[in-house]
């Protein structure tokens, strides 16, 4: 019975993006353009929706936006964005009449995008990993790789001509370091030089089956994770260098280990910074295949 509840649910889901892609093409756009990203602060739509208040003279809808603290935080012009809850019926109806959508996952389902209502792919990191979702239709894809990107619009079906090799918006914010009394705020000692360990997100794939994380719900597993690095910790700890562990923001645990400072996304939050400009302050990162290394 679950197995059919399965296909329903996806064939009803089929002719929906289908119906949302005839009503691209049949309904007119207007003078504005939607941003969509995961985390909602995420910093390639922060730094998109940056430049669309500095140079787009239309209206700017970010779905499911921060909230107007960290908008201000984050030194965007509260005045002109405008704020839309993604499970509305006014806001599909926007998405279909934007003349530009701009997104880091896909949105209400990813319908195939139509000629002259542009879909930018700004996607979420480079870098070496498999995709096992679904794919992303879209007009253009932004990359900071020409071996990554060109792999990645593959998958998406996204002509390498349309491929814009322009790196990720987010990498601005590299230049753009936290200062002391943030790193202060975050736990650091700002007056000694710190290290970042991003573990990446790691997942199986199995045919049939919905992509699952493993490491992330053994305790066991991920003090193992930690271990693995734990020596290397203890060398950089005894030269007076600080180790500052930054979870992936879908990891199920904090990952706070002895010999390990801990920064979440929360902890970003209240410290009124991101995680590029966190980046920038450091003086290293351990990572193994997580997208921020080609960064």
């Given amino acids: 019975m679950s197995e059919v509840r399965s296909q329903a649910v996806g064939a009803t889901r089929r002719l929906a993006t289908s119906l949302l892609h005839v009503?691209?093409?049949?309904?007119?756009?207007?003078?504005?353009?939607?941003?969509?990203?995961?985390?909602?602060?995420?910093?390639?739509?922060?730094?998109v929706v940056r430049a669309l208040v500095a140079r787009y003279r239309g209206r700017i809808i970010w779905v499911d936006a921060p909230d107007g603290a960290r908008l201000a935080a984050l030194g965007l012009d509260t005045e002109r964005i405008d704020r839309a809850p993604k499970r509305s019926t006014q806001t599909l109806l926007r998405f279909v009449r934007s003349e530009a959508v701009f997104h880091t996952h896909g949105i209400f389902g990813c319908p195939r995008p139509v000629r002259g209502k542009a879909h930018i792919n700004l996607w979420h990191g480079d870098g070496p990993k498999s995709h096992a979702g679904a794919p992303v239709p879209s007009s253009y894809l932004v990359s900071g790789s020409?071996?990554?990107?060109?792999?990645?619009?593959?998958?998406?079906?996204?002509?390498?001509?349309?491929?814009?090799?322009?790196?990720?918006?987010?990498?601005?914010?590299?230049?753009?370091?936290?200062?002391?009394?943030?790193?202060?705020?975050?736990?650091?000692?700002?007056?000694?030089?710190?290290?970042?360990?991003?573990?990446?997100?790691?997942?199986?794939?199995?045919?049939?089956?919905?992509?699952?994380?493993?490491?992330?719900?053994?305790?066991?597993?991920?003090?193992g994770l930690a271990g693995l690095i734990q020596p290397g910790v203890a060398v950089l700890s005894a030269a007076g260098i600080q180790v500052v562990v930054k979870p992936h923001p879908i990891d199920l645990v904090s990952r706070t280990f002895a010999g390990f400072a801990s920064v979440s996304d929360a902890d970003l939050i209240a410290a009124e910074t991101t995680v590029y400009s966190f980046l920038g302050a450091s003086a290293g990162l351990i990572t193994d295949y997580s997208s921020v290394w080609t960064e």
């Fill in 23 to 47: 009503l691209l093409v049949i309904v007119p756009s207007r003078r504005q353009v939607m941003v969509t990203a995961y985390p909602k602060d995420e910093g390639n739509a922060v730094e």
């Fill in 146 to 223: 020409g071996v990554f990107g060109r792999r990645l619009a593959e998958v998406f079906g996204v002509d390498t001509s349309d491929l814009l090799l322009t790196g990720l918006p987010r990498t601005r914010q590299l230049k753009e370091p936290c200062d002391a009394a943030r790193l202060t705020k975050l736990g650091i000692d700002p007056t000694r030089p710190f290290v970042v360990w991003m573990p990446t997100a790691r997942q199986f794939g199995a045919a049939g089956r919905n992509a699952a994380r493993v490491d992330t719900t053994d305790p066991d597993g991920d003090a």
